[in-house]
């Protein structure tokens, strides 16, 4: 197993730790804790990609798993927002249908041949996503805070929402293109 694949299942297997330490709140300083795992999970999702193509590491296994463990550790982060009442269910519902569409508009994409590499719009959501759940996560009581988390979260939504269309408009001849 290359390194971009290890840093790819590396990011999966620090999912739970991340949501204990959330989720938890008689750990002291666990949201700290949290913030701290989901930044080092994001980071490698960076980090993998690029490895991978400067050294040309790039598998099946990557391509598969690397936006799989993106979406469990974005979506599993994003409910125990819910959870912890920092973040809206009907935002987090926007959101993972976007990623439930765009992963099977992929998925068509790959029966017939074609692979959806992905856009600005969607790398600029991602990170806003990231942004915004580290943020949440840390859960300062400041106002400056409160009103910087909300700002992350209107724009990964509406970013969220833009690379959508930007996905099926770029790509909508897949649909058509069935076998």
Do not use: H
């Not at 759940?133 to 979260?153: H, S």
Request: hydrophobic share 55%.
């Amino acid at each position: 197993m290359n390194l971009p694949n290890k840093l790819t299942v590396f990011r999966v297997v620090l999912i739970p730790f991340f949501v204990f330490f959330l989720l938890y709140p008689e750990v002291q300083y666990g949201n700290y804790i949290a913030t701290a795992i989901f930044a080092l999970a994001s980071l490698t999702d960076f980090a993998d990609g690029k490895i991978a193509r400067k050294y040309n590491l790039v598998t099946n296994f990557g391509k598969f798993m690397d936006p799989l463990a993106d979406k469990l550790l974005v979506c599993a982060a994003m409910i125990c927002l819910v959870e912890t009442g920092r973040l809206a269910a009907w935002i987090v519902i926007v959101i993972m249908s976007r990623e439930f569409i765009i992963s099977g508009f992929r998925l068509i994409a790959s029966d017939n041949g074609i692979v959806i590499a992905a856009s600005y719009w969607g790398k600029f959501k991602t990170v806003f996503q990231m942004l915004m759940i580290i943020v949440l996560t840390l859960d300062l009581d400041y106002e400056f805070f409160d009103m910087l988390g909300m700002a992350l979260t209107y724009t990964a939504l509406v970013l969220t929402v833009v690379s959508l269309f930007d996905y099926i408009a770029k790509n909508k001849a897949v649909l058509k293109e069935q076998k």
